[in-house]
């Protein structure tokens, strides 16, 4: 830990608050997300309902909580299979080389050589649209960033000398990997992680306003926006309340994961 | 150089190689038969001979090497089969929609450069000042801007409230100006952010220390020399980006239905059009392939040293 | 000192760091006189390379100038605007740096980036600094086409000599040389530095030689000033201080040299090592001190004149 870092502490205590919101949803906001109400559609904000209703006369600051639970979860599961896949592959591929090393940088190449955001929607239009799918195409872009990273830093941890003396005196090639590998992958990992996440929200959110993740009537940021668009004249606070929120989760990651690769030292090695 | 230029084409034919292979791969995820599909959208029930005759017809019952060769030398011939929906070849589609898309990133790449590289220089010199404080905040925002959040918001200020530009379309100049702003601004931002703290990182370097003791301007020292090096990680990252412009223009095209590829993208997979969205990714990691091997060569005309550094980190 | 025609006199100077517990620069003396060597000694992060880069104007920004003056050929350095300041660098004050790979921009050629500087600075026709330039880079014993290499393809001497070469092709009246041969094996550090000699007298320029390196200092520097944490512990001819060094640390350093020829059982001095790192009232040497007495503690030394009409900062 080189120094404190203001930025780091904010967005920690926004994804904090994000979380909470996400887990608290039901009890912090009594109004059905998906009760429609005819009556009242497209009404601006009012005391009743404090971020106005929607098309369908929804409760617009409800849709908005409850929509946490959806964006932020979902990126977050999204990011812990990138982690686990890319690290699981990484270490294998670093520790033991030859034909997995090759073989794993090949595909590692290939999928790089697709723009990230084109790749999922290939991979959702065709295997079609809905959340777990959505889910699928994003992890199959972002886990290459952790195995590239893993796969590298075991490269060289490898031939540093505490390993060299651990091979010496016997241990077995899990032991190695556990005991001295991984810990010194970590802090790497979790600054990566750290600044990966808000482009895999990103992502997510994109794929759902385009209609291909989570389905409509569930509440999300990225289809409460998809379902605003035909209403930017007439009712812009539509798009401002899930817009807002979600440049307030974007900005959250990148705040946190900035101030800790700055706090970590680690800028230069993730890339940013 | 020669030796690294080839070594770099070499390594472009093989990523191509790989890339029309995984892509044929996304086939194997289409749900259901594609005779079927073919057949469906001819309105019929199709019979069991039917869906046996169809799947003749399209090379089905072939093994999935002949199929994928017989599918790559197509692809040689810029034949990217027929489109189900329209049954015109899909390479006329594209063709018929390309430039509307071009026009779109390559605007949006232009505005980039033009406002990220002075507004990060303007913050270098301002270092440590209330402008660069609040610039800094402002990049900041609008980096964590999705394309689709910024341009909606953008049409209801600019096009709803000021009716200064109209939001729909692309039948004048006027209404490329959007998008295109939409497209670029979350992108400008972030290299405004990457270049300052590159130049600033530079400015620190030893050589600039020596330089200044010479009393060579502040100018010179800036311009021709920390610039160039500063510059060096950005080009590189810049073929990157060409990348999210890509992916971003279908977000765009689709908040403002400009008739472009991405717009066309997202109504073929509506329409289950595989045949439109696989030659549609294989165009787009064509593009963006070949533009990083361009980058890979600008680069080591930037900076001699890559030739030589060039695998030794590996 | 005789204070005959000094082209720079620092009266004194104290450099601080922010947040730095105490000054890296702390009250010090120099003169240099026209034509003159001072070699400045002592280990890293004892203020030598602060002192040269408040010489030259360039601290880092978060060092400030406490107190002191630096006056330069009959001028105030401290009171000159930024703009004469930046018309005094280079040409009338050089400067070369230690990390010689760090020190010339790594992607651009050798030739442009002399060339440039001298076009700018002595205000020359492209074709005449390309000239001069060849015509340092020759005595300093470059190769011919080093003028159109890249700095990552010479060797480390090489790019020493350039940087030497640079430093004298504006004629600078005073070169500050900060390590300037420390990075290099001692075969070369040699040869270079007979180059750079003689390329100083051929310019008629004073140099001030910082090294910890006391070989170099004593074969060619007329005068010497021994810094330990800041402060000046011992300054006068080079001749006397090597011979008869009369402050325990300069004598810790002397001592501490190997030759060749020395007795093998005999022991290696050291210094001891340094113990507290707070600031003590009395001498900032006591706690390594071998020959400290009591009063050391709590009392500082003054600033004496020994026999040899050397300066010392030793109560003993």
């Known amino acids: 830990m080189k120094k404190y870092n203001r930025g780091t502490t904010v967005g920690g205590s926004i994804i904090l608050l994000l979380l909470l919101a996400s887990a608290f949803a039901s009890s912090l906001v009594t109004m059905n997300p998906t009760a429609s109400d005819l009556m009242n559609r497209l009404k601006p904000p009012n005391f009743s309902h404090i971020l106005g209703t929607d098309h369908l006369g ?21 990011l812990s299979v990138s982690i686990a896949t890319g690290l699981s592959l990484g270490l294998v591929a670093g520790y033991f080389r030859g034909v997995i090393d090759s073989l794993l940088m090949a595909v590692i190449n290939i999928l790089l050589a697709f723009p990230g955001m084109i790749l999922s929607l290939a991979i959702v239009g065709i295997a079609g649209t809905g959340l777990g799918n959505a889910v699928f ?3 199959v872009v972002s886990w290459t960033g952790y195995a590239r990273v893993v796969r590298g830093m075991t490269l060289s941890l490898k031939e540093r000398d505490f390993v060299k003396a651990a091979r010496i005196s016997g241990s077995s090639d899990m032991k190695i990997i556990a005991r001295h590998i991984l810990p010194n992958l970590l802090t790497t990992v979790i600054v990566y992680a750290a600044t990966n996440i ?6 997510l959110a994109a794929l759902s306003f385009l209609g291909l993740g989570a389905q409509p009537p569930a509440p999300e940021w990225g289809i409460m926006l998809n379902e605003a668009k035909g209403y930017i004249s007439t009712a812009p606070w539509l798009i401002l309340a899930p817009g807002s929120a ?12 900035e101030g800790l690769a700055l706090c970590l030292n680690e800028g230069k090695r993730v890339g940013i | 150089m020669w030796k690294y230029a080839a070594k770099k084409t070499l390594g472009l034919v093989a990523i191509l190689f790989g890339v029309s292979v995984l892509t044929f791969v996304l086939t194997a995820w289409i749900r259901g038969n594609p005779a079927e599909v073919v057949l469906g959208r001819a309105g019929v029930d199709p019979s069991r001979a039917d869906v046996v005759m169809m799947e003749q017809r399209m090379g089905l019952d072939q093994s999935i090497v002949a199929r994928y060769l017989d599918w790559a030398r197509n692809l040689l011939r810029l034949d990217f089969g027929t489109s189900y929906t329209s049954g015109l070849p899909v390479i006329e589609e594209i063709k018929y929609r390309l430039p509307a898309t071009l026009h779109l990133t390559a605007g949006a790449f232009v505005l980039m450069l033009v406002t990220a590289v002075p507004i990060a220089i303007f913050m270098v010199v301002k270092k440590d000042s209330w ?35 109209p939001m729909v379309g692309n039948k004048t100049p006027a209404h490329s100006v959007l998008p295109i702003i939409t497209l670029a601004l979350p992108m400008a931002c972030r290299y405004i952010r990457l270049i300052r703290s590159n130049i600033i990182e530079v400015l620190d370097e030893d050589y600039i220390f020596l330089l200044r003791t010479r009393g060579l301007k502040e100018r010179t020292i800036l311009f021709s020399h920390a610039l160039k090096n500063a510059f060096i990680p950005i080009v590189n990252l810049m073929g990157i980006s060409l990348g999210s412009l890509l992916g971003g223009s279908i ?6 239905s400009w008739p472009g590829l991405g717009n066309y993208l997202m109504i073929s997979i509506g329409n289950r059009d595989y045949p439109v969205v696989l030659a549609y990714v294989l165009l787009m990691a064509t593009v963006f392939v070949a533009i990083n091997y361009l980058v890979d060569l600008f680069i080591c005309f930037l900076d001699p040293r890559i030739p030589f550094t060039e695998g030794k980190g590996r | 000192m005789r204070k005959g025609n000094a082209l720079l006199s620092i009266e004194g100077l104290t450099v601080a760091f922010d947040g730095a517990p105490q000054p890296s620069v702390d009250d010090v003396s120099l003169t ?60 009338e004050l050089g400067m070369i740096t230690q990390e010689a790979l760090s020190s010339l921009n790594p992607v651009r050629k050798i030739g442009s980036q002399f060339v440039q500087t001298l076009c700018e600075k002595m205000l020359v026709s492209r074709q005449e600094a390309e000239r001069s330039a060849r015509e340092f880079l020759e005595k300093m014993s470059c190769p011919e ?24 092709a504006l004629y600078p009246r005073l070169l500050l040389a900060d390590e300037p041969t420390t990075a290099l094996d001692s075969a070369v550090q040699m040869r270079v530095l007979k180059e750079m000699m003689a390329l100083k007298t051929n310019c008629g320029a004073s140099i001030m030689l910082i090294s910890h390196n006391l070989g170099v200092i004593a074969q060619v520097c007329d005068e010497v000033a021994v810094m330990y944490r800041g402060r000046i512990v011992e300054y006068g001819e080079a001749k006397a201080v090597m011979t008869s060094p009369s402050h325990p640390y300069t004598r810790g350093l002397i001592g501490s040299i190997a030759y060749m020829d020395c007795d093998r059982n005999r022991k290696l001095y050291t210094i001891p090592e340094c113990r507290d790192t707070i600031q003590r009232p009395g001498c900032i040497f006591y706690s390594r001190c071998e020959w400290c007495a009591e009063k050391c503690a709590h009392e500082p030394p003054p600033l004496r004149i020994n026999d040899r009409g050397v300066l010392v900062a030793c109560s003993r």
């Not at chain 1, 808000?198 to 992502?203: F, K, L, P, Y």
């Not at chain 3, 107190?67 to 009959?74: E, L």
Request: hydrophobic letters at 50%; glycine letters at 10%.
């Open chain 1, 58 to 78: 929804r409760d617009v600051f409800s849709r908005l909580v409850h929509a946490t639970r959806l964006s932020v979860g979902v990126s977050v599961a999204a």
């Open chain 1, 137 to 139: 195409a994003v992890c």
């Open chain 1, 198 to 203: 808000s482009s895999i929200a990103m992502q």
């Open chain 1, 246 to 257: 979600l440049v307030l989760m974007i900005s959250a990651f990148n705040l946190f994961g």
């Open chain 2, 131 to 165: 402008t660069e404080y609040s610039l800094n905040a402002v990049t900041f925002i609008v980096m964590g801007t999705p394309g689709f959040v910024l341009g909606m918001g953008l049409a209801w200020l600019i096009s709803v409230r000021l009716r200064l530009l």
């Open chain 2, 251 to 256: 977000v765009v095209e689709s908040i403002f």
């Open chain 3, 32 to 91: 240099i006189e026209e034509g003159r060597i001072l070699g400045v000694v002592g280990e890293s992060g004892c203020g030598k390379t602060s002192l040269a880069r408040a010489v030259i104007g360039e601290l880092p920004a978060r060092g400030v100038i406490r107190r002191g003056s630096i006056h330069f050929a009959g001028r105030d350095l401290l009171s000159v605007s930024r703009k004469e300041l930046k018309a005094l660098q280079g040409v």
């Open chain 3, 145 to 168: 086409d080093i003028l159109s290499r890249y700095p990552f393809q010479l060797s480390g001497g090489q790019r020493q000599r350039v940087l030497v070469a640079m430093a004298f």
